[in-house]
């Protein structure tokens, strides 16, 4: 096997430079199979939407979702608390920012008392929205 087949190698099978991207994917809009394939994929996608949810009221689905993120929002407080309560019998180290400049000191706060030469993050926008990667 090869280097890449066993994972050593720095770039995946579908790693692409990013100066290749946009004319890439100008390429891929303009392909007539490729916008074909995706058609046929949304099309496939959406009837299979509307079968999982027919003889469903989606409007009463709707107000009850809403109704329940507006409740939980108006207990977030204590929501917040109770999850601190369990992430900390749990083990796990909660940390309270004031905004997003204070969670990126904390972040780097961390990082700097453990040496880190790399960091790891999920995919969030609470991430996105307080400029982590730019930080």
Known sequence: M?????GSSHHSAH??????????????????????NFRKAMDGLMSKRKSA???????????LGANIRMRALA???DLLEQLE????????????????????????????ARDAKTAIKG???VSEEMELNHY
């Open 85 to 112: 309560q369990k992430l900390t019998e749990n083990g796990i180290t909660v940390h309270w920012a004031a905004d997003g400049d204070e969670a990126c000191r904390i972040v780097r706060d961390i990082c700097v």
């Open 53 to 63: 949810f027919e003889g469903w009221d989606l409007e009463t689905l709707r107000d």
């Open 15 to 36: 790693h692409i430079d990013v100066k290749e991207f946009h004319p890439r994917a100008r390429a891929a809009i303009h392909n007539p199979q490729v916008r074909q």
């Open 2 to 6: 090869s280097e890449t087949a066993h």
């Open 75 to 77: 207990s977030l407080p």
């Open 123 to 125: 995919k969030s926008m």
